[in-house]
């Protein structure tokens, strides 16, 4: 790869190589604790069970924790359209951030220009489609919230680097908290669910709650400045933006 990174391997992967035509998607994350050093101490503890392809580290430093060719164990449960199980199929980027949990703050400039490069790349290598760059917490939107709304999805997606609306600001503002009918926020779900979002209530899950999930998981990632899990008319309308979009 032409990228630089420090090699600091992690024991927690499959004993079997994939091959590379698995290799459909890349999941982003953030490492939820509250120092770095912690973070990188458990994800290559054989004891934790967790691990990620790549590190980005606050400065900005790669750390290649398994080789691309081998299952890493960061996204768990999880779905996106017909996929499930997604880490055979993906590679697991980790980003430092302390997360919702401990003071959850804005990713510093170096690791989003290495999480660009490093991205590129791999969707170059790799072909990965636009739409199969997704956040843990969009294929599992009622475990996780990372790598959350301080996440800079659109101006990655200038980048071509995932997915984003093409809605105008002016008039997405016009509509923000604009009730929605019922039949608006059927559209809304059905759009969702083309989008990706799993359809699936998980067990024990009353379909109310799941579907809030879902809601929220779709403003971290497309209408970051309000989180209020309320279906309005902007996030109806972004909606109906996304599933036009044509690459
Ligand atoms: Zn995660």
Redesign the pocket.
């Known amino acids: 790869m032409a990228i630089k990174t420090i090699l600091n391997y992690s024991p927690n992967f499959n004993d079997k190589k994939r091959s590379i035509k698995e290799i459909k998607f890349i ?1 982003f ?2 490492t ?1 604790m509250k120092k770095e050093s912690e973070a990188i101490s458990r994800l290559t503890d054989i004891q934790s069970e967790v691990s990620c392809h790549y590190l980005i580290k606050n400065n900005g430093e790669i750390i290649t924790m398994v080789p691309e060719s081998y299952i890493a164990w ?2 768990g449960k999880s779905s996106w359209r017909r996929c499930k199980s997604l880490n055979k199929n993906s590679i697991g980027i ?1 980003i430092t951030n302390p997360g919702h949990e401990f003071n959850y703050k804005k990713f510093s400039k170096k690791q989003i220009i290495s999480l660009l490069r490093l991205s590129k790349l791999l969707i170059k290598k790799y072909r990965i489609n636009i739409k199969n760059i997704l956040g ?1 917490s969009d294929v599992a939107p009622e475990r ?1 919230k ?2 959350g709304e301080k996440f800079p999805w659109k101006y990655l997606s200038k980048n071509r680097v995932g997915l984003w609306h093409t809605s105008k600001k002016k008039e997405l503002l016009k509509n923000r908290t604009i009730k929605t009918t019922n039949i608006d926020k059927e559209l809304f779900f059905n759009n969702l669910f083309k989008i990706g979002y799993s359809k699936k209530i998980p067990k024990n899950m009353s379909k109310d709650r799941y579907k809030a999930f879902i809601i929220k998981a779709f403003q971290r990632r497309y209408r970051q400045e309000l989180i209020n899990v309320k279906i309005d008319k902007e996030c109806l309308l972004i909606s109906q933006n996304l599933i036009k979009r044509k690459y």
Do not use: L
């Open positions: 999941i994350h953030y939820g960061h996204v980790e843990h996780k990372d790598p």
